[in-house]
C-alpha cells in the first residue's frame, strides 16, 4: 500500500463547480501535511497547510481526519486557472521533515 | 519570501558526462535541503536529504556514489550526477526547508543523450 494515496483524476468540471479531493495516508506517525499545485512541469507550490481544526484559504478549503487518515480538499467557484495537478503531502513525523508526495489529482475546469 | 532557485534549469548531455545542479535559497538560510526525481506523470520521489556540514541521506535505491551530493553553506546544495545515462534523463527538483515547510526550486530537466 502506498503512503500517501489519490485518485489521479482526471476531474473535468465546469467553470463554477465545487470539486473536492481526498487523499489517504497510510503513517499514522505523519503530523504534518500540505496540499501542493503542480502546474505541467513546473514545481510545486505550496497552496496550504492542513490542520485537524480544518483551514480555509478563499475558495480552498482544508481538513484532516486523523482518525481516518484522510485528508480533503475542496475548491469552490471554480477557475480555468486551478486547472493543475493536486499533490497530497504528508510529512513522515518523528521529527523528520521528509514529505512523502502522493501521485497527484489532476483537475481540468472547463469553459 | 523563501525563494529557492536552481541551475541549470535544464541540461542536455552526452551518455557518461556528468552534470551538476545547485540548488540556493535566496532569502533563508537552510540547514537541510532535499532532492527529488520526478518521471513523466508520476509524483515526486524523494533521493536525499542534504544536511549543511554533513553527509547527506540517500534513500533505498539511490545510489550515492552515483548521485553525488554536496550541501557546503546554509544557501547551496548541490547534485551531481556522475556518469549519466539516458535512464537518468528526468525532472530534478530541489526544495529547502523553512520552519515546517518546504520550498521548491523550479527544477531542472535533464536530457541524456
Known amino acids: 500500500r502506498k503512503e500517501v494515496e489519490q485518485d489521479p483524476g482526471p476531474f473535468n468540471v465546469p467553470e463554477g463547480a465545487t470539486v473536492a479531493f481526498n487523499c489517504t495516508y497510510s503513517?499514522?506517525?505523519?503530523?504534518?501535511f500540505f496540499w501542493y499545485r503542480q502546474d505541467c512541469r513546473k514545481e510545486p507550490k505550496l497552496l496550504m497547510s492542513v490542520y485537524s481544526s480544518g483551514n480555509e484559504d478563499g475558495r480552498f478549503t482544508a481538513q484532516l481526519n486523523r482518525a481516518s487518515q484522510y485528508i480533503s480538499l475542496l475548491i469552490r467557484d471554480s477557475k480555468l486557472s486551478d486547472s493543475a495537478t493536486y499533490l497530497c503531502v504528508g510529512n513522515l513525523g518523528s521529527g523528520t521533515y521528509k514529505y512523502i508526495f502522493g501521485t497527484g489529482t489532476r483537475l481540468k475546469v472547463l469553459a | 519570501g523563501a525563494v529557492v532557485s536552481q541551475h541549470p534549469s535544464w541540461v542536455i548531455c552526452k551518455s557518461g558526462t556528468s552534470v551538476k545542479i545547485e540548488c540556493r535559497s535566496l532569502d533563508f538560510q537552510a540547514t537541510t535541503m532535499f532532492w527529488y526525481r520526478q518521471f513523466p506523470k508520476q509524483s515526486l520521489m524523494l533521493m536525499a536529504t542534504?544536511?549543511?556540514?554533513?553527509?547527506?541521506?540517500?534513500e533505498q535505491g539511490v545510489e550515492k556514489d552515483k548521485f553525488l551530493i554536496n550541501h557546503a553553506s546554509l544557501t547551496l546544495s548541490t547534485l551531481t550526477v556522475t556518469s549519466a545515462h539516458p535512464e537518468d534523463s528526468s525532472f530534478y527538483i530541489c526544495?529547502?526547508?523553512?520552519?515546517?515547510?518546504?520550498?521548491f526550486g523550479p527544477g531542472t530537466r535533464l536530457t541524456v543523450l
Open positions: 542534504s544536511n549543511e556540514g554533513s553527509k547527506a541521506t540517500y
Open positions: 503513517n499514522s506517525a505523519s503530523q504534518s
Open positions: 526544495s529547502a526547508r523553512s520552519r515546517d515547510t518546504q520550498y
